[in-house]
């Protein structure tokens, strides 16, 4: 029987997860709550999960919490690139250190496999359909690069102490519970400004959009069929939508559907931010695993929860 241990599980993507892994087994998340709810784990925390409330960056809590568990997912991080920019040490600290720990925690109490939570983002700058092996455009973002750094740690204690590792690159992920992306944050300035929504950039920046059950399925369907020490699979359907599209949805969405839309300007939203991200999800496709939803459905979907989720 697996015991889980979550680090990060109380968020967006954890909880979600945590609800599936409960089914295999026990189940401990840990989580400091700075972005995740103790409601988003009500379903799991009453079929026996356990929520210790900590920080990544404390590693005596964490060796302690960690202490017989096998299994650990790491999910805990700053969640959005763009606050690197205000704060150029959050990435640094939210990302490699605390996946540092989460790593000697592991190596302390003996836990053997890790399944990390990465990032597309970590392809950089390229409008190139991006596989596994392509590292050529380095990371343009400090949250990027914090995933990219916690890659090589990865690596590292996998060769070093013998660990096992399950590094998922995600495309964006979206869905209910959705804690921050475009999506969010349209429909939070549309409930704020109903009559005009800002949109950071031209409103041509396209991503590949990954529905949240997807995404853990995809995370589960690689830990029980891929086997090497180090396994690194990218998670996106196939396609993309752009910026224009997300923010028309949520004008949709939104009770007052003739709002317009302002346009920033500029190619991409932010210093760092990619405008044309893909990915090449072909390795995880290869043993057999298929996503429900395209890159337009996924957002469809979503906006119609998060919109429930911000307007009532
Ligand atoms: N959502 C996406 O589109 C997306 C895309 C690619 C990668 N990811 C990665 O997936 C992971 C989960 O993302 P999410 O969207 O669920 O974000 P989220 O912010 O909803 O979840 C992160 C969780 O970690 C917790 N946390 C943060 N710092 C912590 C710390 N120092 N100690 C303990 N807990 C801490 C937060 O409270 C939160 O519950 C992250 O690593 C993120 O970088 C997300």
Request: proline content about 5%; glycine content about 12%; hydrophobic content about 40%.
């Amino acid at each position: 029987m697996t015991r889980s241990f979550v680090v990060g599980g109380a968020g967006f993507i954890g909880s979600h997860l945590v609800e599936r892994l409960i089914e295999r087994g026990p189940v401990t998340v840990y989580d400091n709550l700075s972005v995740g709810k103790r409601a988003f784990l009500s379903h799991a925390l009453s079929r026996g999960c356990e929520l210790v409330l900590g920080d990544a960056l404390d590693l005596p809590a964490l060796e302690g919490a960690m202490l017989g568990h096998d299994t650990v997912f790491h999910l805990a991080a700053n969640p959005e690139a763009r606050w690197g920019l205000e704060n150029p040490r959050l990435d640094l600290e939210q990302g490699t250190i605390s996946t540092w720990n989460v790593l000697e925690a592991m190596r302390r109490t003996g836990a053997k496999r890790l399944i990390f939570a990465s990032s597309g983002t970590l392809y950089g700058d390229t409008p190139k359909a991006c596989a596994e092996v392509d590292l050529g455009s380095l990371p343009i973002s400090l949250y990027g690069a914090s995933k990219f750094a916690g890659e090589a740690l990865i690596s590292a204690f996998v060769a070093c102490f013998g660990l096992s590792a399950w590094i998922y690159r995600f495309g964006n992920v979206v869905g209910p519970r959705g804690t921050h992306g475009a999506a969010l944050d349209f429909l939070n300035k549309l409930k704020a400004s109903p009559r005009e929504l800002e949109v950071l950039g031209d409103g041509r920046q396209s991503k590949p959009y990954v529905y949240v059950a997807d995404c853990v399925s995809g995370v589960l369907f690689g830990l029980d069929h891929a086997r090497e020490p180090l396994n690194i699979y990218n998670i996106a359907p196939p396609g993309f939508t752009s910026v224009k599209r997300i923010a028309e949805l949520c004008i949709a969405a939104s009770p007052n559907p003739n709002a317009r839309i302002r346009y920033t300007g500029g190619e991409r939203g932010w210093p760092g931010d990619v405008p044309h991200s893909r990915l090449d999800a072909g390795k995880l496709a290869a043993l057999g695993f298929r996503v429900s939803r395209t890159s337009d459905q996924a957002l469809e979907e979503a906006v119609q929860v998060l919109a429930r989720e911000v307007f009532g």
